[in-house]
């Protein structure tokens, strides 16, 4: 399929090798598309415990994509800071000539998930506000200045991450859940206000995909349980929890991700997806 022929994808949070990212940007590439991934690419001294992409890993993302297609851009961006996207979406559009689809892919946390679990009344505001704008504001940061360049193409597509997590209680993770869930309901809102500009926005939640963050919770999760190793802890969650009796692959997401932002999902919009191995039926 060449379902993005001709068209430009922005990817977010795609600058970690083995990422839901990262096999998202492979994805479209392979259809033919232009691709730009975007990561923080430095440390955060504020929140230690979250490990970050680095410059050179982001590289190595967007040249790798010539192995299924054209060469992607690498652009250094922390999509918690307004200046920061603007210039990014703005070097996008010089160098591919505008936007056509915004794979809103970044998130995050520390303290409440998705690495840590942490109750509220021990969780501090820092923590919460850096969960919050890591999985929750910078999609809509991304979404304000990506929308008008999809207006000069005549319209595009918005694909927003959230995650299962928003949709079961699960007692430590409030800070991560709650952005998570501000997410599908921001694309609700999105929807409505930019269907008259032919832009559909949509997402899909993933259920436990064996990318770098999730291996990183259970080994936490393992070194609370002495004895316990995190393959074993992981396991145990699966068979318990997933009817379909396994974890999926990051590109078992990003095939979810790449028809919603194609033509294939036309006529949906202000929908989200759960792609969780049956958790939820």
Same mark, same amino acid.
């Given at each position: ?5 001709? $068209? ?6 795609? *600058? ?11 994805? @479209?590439?392979? +259809?033919? *598309?232009?691709?730009?991934? &975007?990561? &923080?690419?430095? +440390? ?15 590289? $190595? ?11 992607? @851009?690498?652009? #250094? /961006? ?18 591919? =000539? ?9 998130? =995050?946390?520390? *303290? ?47 694909? /927003?991450?959230?995650? @299962? ?8 993770? %409030?800070?991560? %859940? ?20 032919? @832009? ?22 393992? $070194?609370?349980?002495?004895?316990? %190793?995190?393959?074993? &802890? ?27 932002? %194609? ?9 989200? &997806? ?5 958790? #939820?039926?």
């Amino acid at each position: 399929m060449q379902r993005y022929e001709n $068209k430009v994808a922005v990817v977010t949070g795609a *600058g970690r090798t083995g990422g839901i990212g990262e096999a998202i940007a492979r994805r @479209i590439a392979s +259809e033919g *598309g232009r691709v730009a991934v &975007l990561d &923080l690419c430095r +440390e955060k001294p504020e929140v230690p415990r979250e490990q970050f992409g680095s410059l050179e890993s982001l590289q $190595k993302v967007a040249a790798s994509l010539s192995e299924v297609g054209a060469a992607g @851009i690498p652009v #250094r /961006c922390d999509v918690t800071d307004e200046t920061e996207v603007t210039s990014a979406i703005r070097y996008v559009c010089e160098e591919f =000539g505008g936007i056509d689809v915004l794979f809103a892919n970044a998130g =995050g946390g520390a *303290g409440a998930g998705p690495v840590d679990q942490t109750p509220v009344t021990d969780l501090s505001r820092a923590d919460w506000d850096y969960t919050v704008n890591t999985s929750l504001t910078s999609v809509y940061l991304c979404a304000k200045h990506a929308i008008p360049e999809m207006r000069k193409r005549g319209g595009g597509a918005i694909v /927003c991450t959230t995650s @299962i997590s928003a949709y079961h209680g699960v007692a430590g993770l %409030s800070a991560y %859940s709650a952005a998570k869930y501000g997410v599908s309901a921001l694309t609700r809102n999105l929807a409505l206000e930019v269907a008259n500009d032919n @832009i559909r926005v949509n997402a899909f939640a993933p259920g436990i995909t064996l990318t770098p963050y999730v291996r990183q919770r259970f080994e936490a999760v393992a $070194k609370q349980n002495p004895g316990a %190793s995190e393959t074993d &802890l992981m396991a145990q969650f699966v068979s318990a929890r997933i009817p379909l009796g396994r974890a999926a692959m990051p590109e078992e997401m990003a095939s979810v991700a790449a028809f919603l932002g %194609s033509s294939d999902a036309s006529f949906m919009t202000g929908q989200t &997806l759960f792609v969780d191995g049956g958790m #939820r039926v």
